[in-house]
């Protein structure tokens, strides 16, 4: 069931993609254009956008006006796997099974169509027909929680990790900046979208969020050692190449699994909280936490 | 005179700074923040938000109301300068007299300053206390001139250029969107700052800018072969070290410097078009063509 709605989702995402940031005619820059669309259509679970939807359409906003929101998240979520596969970071060959964009495209294109997904997200946004003070609120979101307290903190202590090893705590905040800040940046823009501006609705929305994010990255870290390559798309075992601290590191691949478990039912609890109808969010949790690839 | 004024302004500038993007606390992530004002702080002309402040002041606008948008047009700058810098880029060591970023901080910091200095810049627009309905304008635009089709496409057309000798046109058209694109950025954000959104002012504004941004060019053109190096802060005979077309190339140093002079006298015929004080705006237009670093 949850496969069915989640199918009608990612191709009417996948639709908006090309109104929002569609192929451009041939001229000198095609082909940093073509490089951002080859990474931003590589398919993937469009996990961030189908949650802000859901979100926006649980608190009774419109999903069509929300549109925007969806794919300028999905284009700052492709930037940062962009640039994060570059040989200067993870150095990544392969992202969803196909050539990483520097792999395809060469480096200095590769690097070029990060900024592009990064600067004509924040364009994507400015489109939205919505009020403008829910526009304004939804930049200073994304760019906040994308920016250098979230994600992108995140990336840093997570390299910085190569170097020291951190503590489960530590690794706790890398996770809620690394994957957290996306996932929160789902859920706050949805509220958005839907007008719902309130402290305790936001609040509400970034815990389920970030507890959701916390049970991903754990469910990552178990992939990584247990998962089949060619369902996960890219190489299994990195981790342990890389001779990086996980959650699996930490506390072996039972507990990891308990310590997920126990974050997504946080995530649950925060979706009680919210009074419209949640079946769809809370099929989607549960199907995060079951996921083999 | 045009001194006096524009260090006033330059100052201004640096603590606008340190209010939109001020040094973070000692924390795993420090490193990033640092790297970004260490670009963002190594001096430079800030010419573009003068540009914006004078255009705003010239039209009515409240220039401290504007500062936000001024901070946040430099920090895209200098995003775009710490990437160009890298080594799959333009490989350049130093910037305005001193290592540039990546060779200060590495090149994954330095990856990383500048995508944190793209997506804060953003967040800083948001912060601007001025109707909404004009910050989503600024967005929009700002998006749009540093994005795809405005400096990164400038960008992408100038490597381009390495391999393919561009026409005189070409050339125009890259330094239109390379250069022109952020002061173009600068002088329609200074015109919507002030509330000023009708279609005509905006034009005006465009093509100053525009003309300023050619005019400024093919004075770089002409310096990178003429200049002293210490003045300049960067290697003087890039362009001919890496067989690059330039405006000097193409019609030689008397004729570029006649062009120049054009595109600044039409620059001038945008100004005049605007009722308001646009004494600065033509001393700093004087200036620009004349300054010899």
């Given amino acids: 069931m949850v496969d069915n709605w989640l199918k009608e989702y990612i191709n009417n995402i996948e639709k908006q993609i090309e109104i929002y940031f569609p192929e451009i005619n041939d001229c000198g820059y095609k082909t940093v254009s073509d490089a951002s669309r080859y990474s931003l259509t590589l398919g993937g679970k469009r996990i961030r956008p189908i949650i802000l939807l859901e979100f926006c359409r649980m608190l009774g906003g419109d999903i069509k006006k929300a549109a925007p929101f969806a794919v300028a ?87 910085s990790f190569e170097k020291i090893t951190p503590t489960a705590d530590q690794l706790i905040d890398m996770y809620s900046r690394k994957t957290g800040g996306l996932l929160i940046a789902a859920a706050t823009l949805g509220c958005i979208a839907a007008g719902m501006l309130d402290q305790n609705t936001i609040e509400n929305a970034k815990n389920y969020a970030n507890n959701l994010g916390l049970a991903f990255q754990i469910i990552d870290d178990i992939l990584d050692c247990t998962a089949d390559q060619n369902l996960l798309g890219k190489p299994v075992g990195s981790d342990e190449k890389n001779n ?12 990891s699994r308990q310590i997920a478990k126990q974050y997504t039912d946080n995530a649950m609890e925060c979706l009680s909280t919210f009074s419209g109808d949640k079946t769809r969010l809370t099929e989607l949790t549960e199907y995060l936490l079951k996921r083999n690839y």
Avoid: W
């Fill in 73 to 159: 998240l999905e284009m700052i979520h492709t930037y940062s796997l962009i640039h994060d596969d570059l040989p200067c970071m993870d150095n990544d060959d392969m992202r969803r099974g196909k050539p990483s964009c520097h792999i395809k495209y060469g480096e200095d294109t590769a690097l070029l169509a990060g900024d592009t997904l990064l600067t004509e997200a924040f364009g994507v946004l400015s489109k939205a027909e919505l009020p403008p003070e829910r526009v304004v609120k939804a930049v200073e979101y994304l760019s906040s929680l994308s920016g250098l307290h979230g994600m992108i903190g995140g990336q840093v202590l997570d390299l």
């Fill in 244 to 255: 990086k601290t996980t959650f699996v590191t930490i506390y072996g691949i039972d507990k």
